[in-house]
């Protein structure tokens, strides 16, 4: 039995690396947090080693054979950890009375389901997945509201924009109207850039996953890294913060700074900017959101002031990165254009890193689907799932008509 009185915390895409650097936190703090479960696709090696260290209740695959391997594997060390498989465990897991705080982390879409069960089940929710948000803002942000949970950003712009608000705005996390009520006149989303801001379009077409890869600042998994090169991460993250602070898209400039240190700021009617400033290293923002209202130790060593000799700060190149203009326009358009948009961008940054189609073909993709395909109004879950499924498929048509323009891209 759990005998054990501080947070409970289920890790949803506990082996990717937001999982991993969140289980680093959690170690650092025995006595405040307790890993009640785990979950992950399909990677049960690494799994079984998180259980090893962390022996939770609890390990989910998506994948039923890896589960099984997993239990097979866990049953040798007599591991009390329970291996469960299916979406329906999934759900029911985080839905669990004894789950206090869902560390919402799996990439993509997949992570929707389980991070609105956690929202409808009144959970502290620590979210990562940023594409949840996006394809269901208004259905995500209502369940929260209704189920007095608590939705606290992870993704190190929103964690900053978080600590730069007001804390009359912190307190639930749903849509409020800021820019009327908070006295907060605009709100300045810093980009890194990625590693190809300073390309020329016809560099842009020669870029290769491995490069793509290459992120400047942060370590991070292979899908936000090449999101992060096409800026689609930052139309993505536009999209989030929209919903996660009651802003409209105007409200909100994008700006490229390089360096990585200013994590975003938020600008007052008075004048006055917020910014916030941390080591490009996800535990700080973790150990914020699972702490919060307080802080905690995050292991990380502080930034020197001294050594801030260059904090630069560029407007982007929409014509280069068109994908920042798709999401604002998806957002404005509402419905189930983003989820769209997402979708669309999930199979095209899939297609490229197999290497079926260029890097500035992702974005055409993405514009592809979302000229193409009719854009409904979203009652619930399965209007989204709707529009994601056909837009998966749109988005596979345009690819493999792209492979045939150029048919030595996987050579
Ligand atoms: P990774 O690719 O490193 O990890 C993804 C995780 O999701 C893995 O644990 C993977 O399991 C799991 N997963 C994938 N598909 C499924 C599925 N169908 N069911 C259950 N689990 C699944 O991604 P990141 O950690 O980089 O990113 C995770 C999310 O956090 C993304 O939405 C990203 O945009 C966001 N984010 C990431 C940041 C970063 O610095 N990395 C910063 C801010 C936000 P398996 O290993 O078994 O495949």
Same mark, same amino acid.
């Given at each position: 039995?759990?005998?054990? *009185? &501080?947070?409970? $915390? %289920?890790?949803?895409?506990?082996?990717?690396? /937001?999982g991993?650097?969140? =289980?680093d936190?959690?170690?650092?703090?025995?006595?405040?947090?307790?890993?009640?479960?785990?979950?992950?696709?399909?990677n049960?090696k690494?799994l079984?080693?998180?259980?090893?260290?962390?022996?939770p209740r609890?390990?989910?695959?998506a994948c039923?054979?890896?589960a099984?391997?997993?239990?097979?594997?866990?049953?040798?060390?007599?591991?009390?950890?329970?291996?469960?498989?299916?979406?329906?465990?999934?759900?029911?897991?985080?839905?669990?009375?004894?789950?206090?705080?869902?560390?919402?982390?799996?990439?993509g879409?997949?992570?929707?389901?389980?991070t609105?069960a956690?929202?409808? *089940? &009144?959970k502290? $929710? %620590?979210?990562?997945?940023?594409e949840?948000? /996006?394809?269901?803002?208004? =259905?995500l942000?209502?369940a929260?509201?209704?189920n007095?949970?608590?939705l606290?950003?992870?993704?190190?712009?929103?964690?900053?924009?978080?600590?730069?608000?007001?804390?009359?705005?912190?307190?639930?996390l749903a849509?409020?109207?800021?820019?009327?009520t908070?006295?907060?006149?605009?709100?300045?989303?810093?980009?890194?850039?990625?590693?190809?801001?300073?390309?020329?379009?016809?560099?842009?077409?020669?870029?290769?996953?491995?490069?793509?890869?290459?992120?400047?600042v942060?370590?991070?998994?292979?899908?936000?890294?090449i999101?992060?090169a096409?800026?689609?991460?930052?139309?993505?993250?536009?999209i989030?913060?929209?919903?996660?602070?009651?802003?409209q898209?105007?409200d909100?400039?994008?700006?490229?700074h390089p360096q990585?240190?200013?994590?975003?700021?938020?600008?007052?009617?008075?004048?006055?900017?917020?910014?916030?400033?941390a080591?490009?290293?996800?535990?700080v923002?973790?150990?914020?959101g699972?702490?919060?209202?307080?802080?905690?130790?995050?292991?990380?060593?502080?930034?020197?002031?001294?050594?801030?000799?260059?904090?630069?700060?560029y407007?982007?190149?929409?014509?280069k990165?068109?994908?920042l203009?798709?999401?604002?326009?998806?957002?404005?358009?509402?419905g189930?254009?983003?989820?769209i948009?997402?979708?669309?961008?999930?199979?095209?940054?899939?297609a490229?890193?197999?290497?079926?189609?260029?890097?500035?073909?992702?974005?055409?993709?993405?514009?592809?689907?979302?000229?193409?395909?009719?854009?409904?109004?979203?009652?619930?879950?399965?209007?989204?799932l709707?529009?994601d499924?056909?837009?998966?498929?749109?988005?596979?048509?345009?690819?493999?008509?792209c492979?045939?323009?150029?048919?030595?891209?996987?050579?």
């Open positions: 039995m759990n005998e054990h *009185t &501080g947070q409970s $915390i %289920l890790v949803l895409g506990s082996t990717g690396s /937001v991993i650097n969140t =289980l936190v959690i170690q650092q703090h025995p006595e405040t947090f307790k890993v009640l479960a785990l979950a992950a696709n399909q049960n690494l079984y080693e998180q259980c090893r260290s962390h022996k609890y390990a989910h695959l039923p054979k890896a099984t391997q997993l239990q097979q594997q866990l049953k040798t060390v007599n591991s009390p950890t329970q291996v469960l498989t299916g979406e329906d465990k999934l759900i029911s897991l985080v839905a669990d009375k004894s789950v206090d705080t869902v560390v919402s982390a799996i990439v879409a997949a992570g929707l389901p389980p609105l956690a929202a409808q *089940t &009144g502290r $929710i %620590l979210l990562a997945n940023k949840s948000l /996006v394809i269901a803002g208004e =259905l942000t209502k929260t509201q209704n007095n949970a608590v606290l950003p992870i993704d190190s712009e929103h964690n900053a924009i978080f600590q730069c608000l007001p804390s009359s705005h912190q307190r639930t849509p409020k109207e800021l820019s009327k908070g006295h907060v006149k605009k709100v300045f989303l810093t980009a890194s850039g990625g590693p190809f801001w300073k390309l020329s379009s016809q560099e842009l077409d020669k870029v290769t996953p491995q490069q793509a890869l290459a992120h400047p942060w370590s991070m998994g292979p899908k936000i890294s999101d992060s096409t800026m689609m991460n930052k139309g993505l993250e536009l989030e913060a929209c919903w996660l602070f009651g802003l898209p105007d909100i400039q994008v700006i490229i990585g240190v200013v994590h975003s700021m938020v600008e007052y009617i008075d004048g006055a900017i917020i910014a916030q400033m080591p490009s290293d996800l535990r923002m973790i150990s914020h699972l702490s919060w209202p307080q802080r905690t130790r995050s292991g990380v060593t502080p930034l020197d002031p001294l050594s801030l000799t260059h904090l630069q700060f407007p982007p190149d929409s014509h990165f068109p994908s203009r798709l999401a604002r326009q998806a957002m404005i358009t509402g189930t254009a983003p989820a948009l997402n979708a669309a961008n999930e199979e095209a940054v899939c490229f890193l197999k290497q079926r189609i260029g890097f500035t073909q992702i974005v055409e993709v993405v514009e592809k689907c979302l000229t193409s395909l009719a854009t409904n109004t979203v009652e619930d879950l399965s209007d989204i709707e529009a499924a056909q837009a998966r498929s749109a988005a596979q048509q345009t690819i493999k008509h492979e045939k323009r150029y048919p030595c891209m996987s050579c």
